[in-house]
């Protein structure tokens, strides 16, 4: 080798990417060159150096720059974002605000986490750190599959150079608020958001005592690639046991209710919240930007049913709003159902389809094995095999034609039944009537539900119907005697008014999500919807099995518990009245406290 060494032949020698053929040359010409040798040593050198500062620096995740991390906390000289707090790799920053950073990490196991740092322009007082550590304990309480995981909680330096560090399961995806950005979403989306973040918040208030996140909104909302939800940021988060009457306010303006403002919270906060997300995914409009959501709605593309259930969750006055996140949860359930005339055509078609396939079976039975002449069946039974026995020729009898009597009486009373049902006629009567049936608490609704009920009017003339037509067709078979044929009628008459039954516990499951029974409302918090005066009745509303329902009730309070007010049932008496206490302050009283510290 004569030619001086190119550049990349010294840089390939030094990282070894040469094959021993190609680096013994170089070697060689090293020796005896040198200006190559003098290249060749600048070059290692500079290596040398590079390999150093890659011991005692690294690319910082938010600038870019190169931080030396040789002394303290490791920390980027330029732009302050850490580097490896608490053993914690940063690997980048996801958001970054003058109160902290939220950082996608690698902890010491190998593992991404969500870690929030909180900075302070001063030293921390006592009560910035304890709602810090608040936010910890409560994060180590919570176990939800939607709400990510704790791992663990520190902090590090001192004085005014103090950092708060919580480290979380990392949720992979975008927010409500990104997607915002680049999808329009449909109602069908926003309801399934709905019934996924009253999920989560059933769950908060379930709890002893129950927990208010206080800050639902878009950006705390994460979308799973799978199309779960995951609710992030509980720093403003609180439990009902942290402090007595108001407290400090926070949270999103435009997402939280009014009475947030003044430190009121309680289990319609995060309703209203939720409400606001889903009138802003709807309508793309922020929150904060509408005077009445009412006249918004009312123009988006949506169903009344859940247009109405939007509106109930953001209405101004607490009241008015779902007592709770069960109620809620049940509310938007109804809101989906399809409207009552069209579950009544449904049934309707459904049921016809059944009698008139019942009633086609019983004349072919009938005609096959009854009539004067065998070759005389209808094409959908002409595959049944031929009797094997010589029909009577003879003309009805008595017995005939009481069983002909009874088929007619039953088909007309089963058709009259379905026409009725399917135009809503009878939406009263007692046999259907499940979609406000209401238990007293002892008896088992599960046996007795109307829909499987066998001695019912549907079930009285569908045995009538099958009693006739299979009778009949006995009777007049060769051989047979009366108490065959009645027996086979009887026979056939029972299955059939266990069939009719099972038809129309189908048509009741579709009418109504199923009976109420009163004693699930012991324990149960609602809201006052008329004033109870000392000594008299009033109206109340309580979540029960998921549905938001009114009774009447009353109480032994000394004085009358208003519209509005908080309360709790205690007993049920004569079936479906409430006996009912106050829960927390009075609402005169929680409306003029001013807020307190947390």
């Known amino acids: 080798m004569t030619a001086h060494l190119t550049e990349q032949q ?35 050198s500079l290596e040398q150096s590079l390999w150093e500062v890659r011991q005692h620096a690294r690319a910082c995740p938010g600038c870019g720059r190169m931080a030396a991390v040789q002394q303290g906390p490791l920390r980027c000289n330029h732009c302050g974002v850490a580097l490896e707090p608490g053993g914690f790799r940063v690997l980048d920053v996801l958001v970054s605000t003058d109160r902290g950073r939220l950082y996608l990490a690698e902890s010491p196991e190998g593992t991404k986490v969500a870690l929030k740092e909180l900075v302070f ?53 975008p927010s409500l608020l990104t997607r915002l950005a ?98 802003h995914i709807l309508t793309r409009r922020a929150p904060w930007e509408v005077t009445d959501p009412a006249a918004v709605l009312q123009k988006a593309t949506m169903s009344d049913g859940f247009r109405r259930f939007v509106e109930t969750l953001v209405a101004p006055r607490m009241a008015d709003r779902f007592a709770g996140a069960r109620a809620a949860r049940g509310a938007l359930g109804q809101a989906q159902r399809p409207p009552a005339s069209r579950r009544r055509w449904l ?41 094997g026995s010589v029909l009577l020729q003879r003309p009805m009898n008595a017995l005939d034609e009481t069983f002909v009597v009874f088929a007619v009486l039953g088909g007309a009373l089963l058709l009259i039944r379905v026409l009725l049902q399917t135009v809503g006629a009878d939406a009263h009567d007692g046999d259907l009537h499940a979609g406000m049936d209401v238990g007293h608490g002892d008896v088992d609704h599960g046996d007795l539900d109307a829909g499987t009920k066998l001695l019912t009017f549907q079930g009285g003339a569908a045995f009538l119907l099958m009693f006739g037509l299979v009778g009949l067709a006995l009777s007049r078979q060769s051989g047979l005697g009366g108490l065959i044929a009645l ?19 189908a048509a009741v499951k579709l009418e109504s999500s199923g009976t109420i029974d009163t004693k699930n409302a012991i324990g149960q918090e609602g809201t006052v919807y008329l004033t109870i005066p000392a000594g008299g009745s009033g109206k109340v509303q309580v ?48 409306t ?3 807020p307190q510290n947390e």
């Open 182 to 279: 680049e999808h329009r979403f449909t109602e069908q989306e926003a309801a399934d958001i709905a019934k996924q973040v009253l999920d989560i918040v059933v769950y908060l208030q379930d709890l002893s005592p129950p927990v208010f996140h206080r800050d639902i909104k878009p950006a705390n909302i994460i979308c799973r690639a799978d199309g779960s939800i995951c609710l992030v940021d509980f720093g403003a988060a609180r439990d009902r046991g942290a402090s007595s009457g108001a407290t400090t306010a926070v949270g999103t303006f435009g997402y939280m209710p009014t009475e947030q403002l003044t430190g009121i919270v309680d289990a319609t906060t995060d309703l209203h919240a939720l409400g606001a997300t889903l009138l």
């Open 347 to 387: 049934w309707g078609v459904s049921a016809t389809a059944v009698v008139v396939g019942v009633t086609t079976m019983g004349v072919a039975f009938f005609q096959h094995f009854g009539s004067k002449d065998p070759t005389n069946t209808l094409p959908l039974v002409s595959w049944l095999p031929s009797p």
């Open 10 to 44: 010294i840089l390939s020698f030094l990282h070894g990417e040469g094959h021993d053929t190609t680096a013994e040359p170089v070697k060689q010409h090293v020796a005896q060159c040198a200006a190559c040798a003098d290249m060749l040593a600048k070059e290692a």
């Open 121 to 173: 322009a001063h030293v921390p007082d006592q009560a910035q750190v304890a709602s810090f550590e608040r936010e910890g304990r409560l994060l180590r309480q919570l176990d939800h599959p939607q709400i990510p995981a704790f791992v663990a909680s520190f902090e590090q330096g001192e004085g005014v150079g103090k950092r708060l560090y919580l480290a979380q399961e990392y949720v992979e995806g």
């Open 487 to 505: 027996l086979g009628g009887a026979s056939a008459g029972l299955a059939s008014m266990w069939g009719i039954a099972k038809l129309f516990q």
């Open 543 to 590: 979540p029960v099995q998921d549905r938001l329902m009114e009774f009447e009730a009353v109480s032994n309070d000394p004085s009358p518990i208003a519209t509005g007010e908080r309360i709790r049932v205690v007993l049920v008496r004569d079936g479906n009245v409430m006996v009912v206490e106050r829960v927390g302050e009075m609402a005169n009283v929680l």
């Open 592 to 594: 003029t406290r001013p």
